[in-house]
């Protein structure tokens, strides 16, 4: 199974919709969660951090679920500047080692 | 404003020339650095854990004789791809960890990355 998984997309959504993106994680011991953007050909930006009790940022939503090792990212009233692909991250460490390791990302494109 | 630099943006080389690659941290002292490779489609996959002063940590999977690592100081690092072939073109992306005032926190910050282009 791998570390972090995500659905690839790629999700193609009018403006003005709302989608969610899901992630799951393989490691219980994981510490810390992200949602990074990548838009084509730059490197990831980070978006936003992942807290237990979610939390929210203008149109953008997340949230954690320790139990089930899963994190969503919501985003409300798509815009066209929202294309890009979402990538999930998760943070291991221990041991003196620290490591972000990233989902392979979900592709969105909103569309006018 | 950008806090990571990386140094080129964008490299064409012919098969068996070495490429360097620098990353600078802007505005704070990056306690490790990171070297990601990303292929088309795919995620960003670590390559190397670097701490200032000391030996890079590799994953496996990683020809740490191919791609040389220096962290000479809290600023920067450079990947060094040794006699680079075709398969290694690839985009490949730096990222620096450490405290910065702005954000009151440790947190991980990405170079714009490299494109190599080997022939």
């Known amino acids: 199974r791998k570390e972090v998984e995500q659905d690839p997309g790629p999700f193609n959504v009018p403006e003005g919709a709302t989608v969610a993106f899901n992630c799951t994680y393989s490691n219980s011991a994981s510490q810390s969660f992200f949602w990074y953007r990548q838009d084509c050909r730059k490197e990831p930006k980070l978006l936003m951090s992942?807290?237990?009790s979610g939390n929210e940022d203008g149109r953008f939503t997340a949230q954690l679920n320790r139990a089930s090792q899963y994190i969503s990212l919501l985003i409300r009233d798509s815009k066209l500047s929202d294309s890009a692909t979402y990538l999930c991250?998760?943070?291991?460490?221990?041991?003196?080692?620290?490591?972000?390791?990233f989902g392979k990302g979900t592709k969105l494109s909103v569309i006018p | 404003g950008a806090v990571v630099s990386q140094h080129p943006s964008r490299v064409i080389c012919k098969s068996g020339t070495s490429v360097k690659i620098e990353c600078r941290s802007l505005?704070?002292?990056?306690?490790?650095m990171f070297w990601y490779r990303q292929f088309p489609k795919q995620s960003l996959m670590l390559m190397a854990t670097s701490n200032e002063g000391s030996k890079a940590t590799y994953e496996q999977g990683v020809e740490k004789d191919k791609f040389l690592i220096n962290h000479a100081s809290l600023t920067l690092s450079t990947l060094t791809v040794t006699s680079a072939h075709p398969e290694d073109s690839s985009f490949y992306i730096c990222?620096?960890?450490?405290?910065?005032?702005?954000?009151?926190?440790?947190?991980?910050?990405f170079g714009p990355g490299t494109r190599l282009l080997v022939l």
């Open positions: 991250a998760v943070i291991n460490s221990g041991a003196g080692s620290y490591q972000l390791t």
């Open positions: 505005d704070f002292q990056a306690t490790t």
């Open positions: 992942v807290y237990s």
């Open positions: 990222s620096a960890r450490g405290f910065r005032l702005a954000e009151n926190q440790e947190t991980q910050y």
